[in-house]
């Protein structure tokens, strides 16, 4: 059974840091790329960011370009989203997902989600 | 960027009925790259429909979605009480991959 966990979410100033953690099982981690989304409250659904299975191509929505980095330890069947320079509008559910079978794009399974609130 | 718009925002029915779910692109989706998610209230999105048409793993075949170029639909045929939820459309064959604003089926 698939299943993703994430941790690391809380409460952060604005310009602070968080880094988003999430823990997979029962697939092949190494062979999936693996993306965050994110749900601002009472809002829709926004990519943030894509790391394909051998960690050697991320990508990134605008809105994290410059101050979100992706990285992954296969061996450990984690990725990890290191958030720097947060604001208010990061304030949202991240979510953790795994890349779907024939494309990277779509989401086959998610977690939970962890919270991030950005305030002063 | 590929906007989609998802219609209607609120769409209330009766369990057993026939629900019409529309999203339409603002240019034509590459390789009918669309999936189909659904989302009840504090859980995660659930993938129901990916490549506009294929059911994912374990979705009932209640569940069946069409379209192509700017025009999609997701149709569920007889809803159960378990079906009322948000769904969202998500366009995944360009750059940056893009999702609709939500549809939300509610018990009428």
């Known amino acids: 059974e698939v299943q993703l966990v994430e941790s690391g979410g809380g409460l952060v100033q604005p310009g602070g840091s968080l880094r988003l953690s999430c823990a997979a099982s029962?697939?092949?981690?190494?062979?999936?790329?693996m993306s965050w989304v994110r749900q601002a409250p009472g809002k829709g659904l926004e990519w943030v960011s894509l790391?394909?299975?051998?960690?050697?191509?991320?990508y990134y929505a605008d809105s994290a370009k410059g101050r979100f980095t992706l990285s992954r330890d296969n061996s450990k069947n984690t990725v990890y989203l290191q958030m720097n320079s947060l604001r208010v509008d990061d304030t949202a559910v991240y979510y953790c997902a795994k890349g779907g079978w024939g494309s990277y794009w779509y989401f086959d399974f998610w977690g939970r989600g962890t919270q991030v609130t950005v305030s002063s | 960027e590929i906007v989609l718009t998802q219609s209607p925002g609120t769409l209330s029915l009766s369990p057993g009925e026939r629900a019409t779910l529309s999203c339409r692109a603002s240019?034509?989706?590459?390789?009918?790259?669309l999936a189909w998610y659904q989302q009840k209230p504090g859980q995660a999105p659930r993938l129901l429909i990916y490549?506009?048409?294929s059911r994912a793993t374990g979705i009932p075949d209640r569940f069946s979605g069409s379209g192509s170029g700017t025009d999609f639909t997701l149709t569920i045929s007889r809803l159960e009480p378990e079906d009322f939820a948000v769904y969202y459309c998500q366009q995944y064959g360009t750059s940056p991959r893009t999702f609709g604003q939500g549809t939300k089926v509610e018990i009428k």
């Open positions: 029962g697939f092949t981690f190494s062979s999936y790329a």
């Open positions: 490549g506009a048409s």
């Open positions: 790391i394909v299975g051998s960690g050697a191509s991320t």
């Open positions: 240019q034509s989706v590459s390789n009918s790259y």
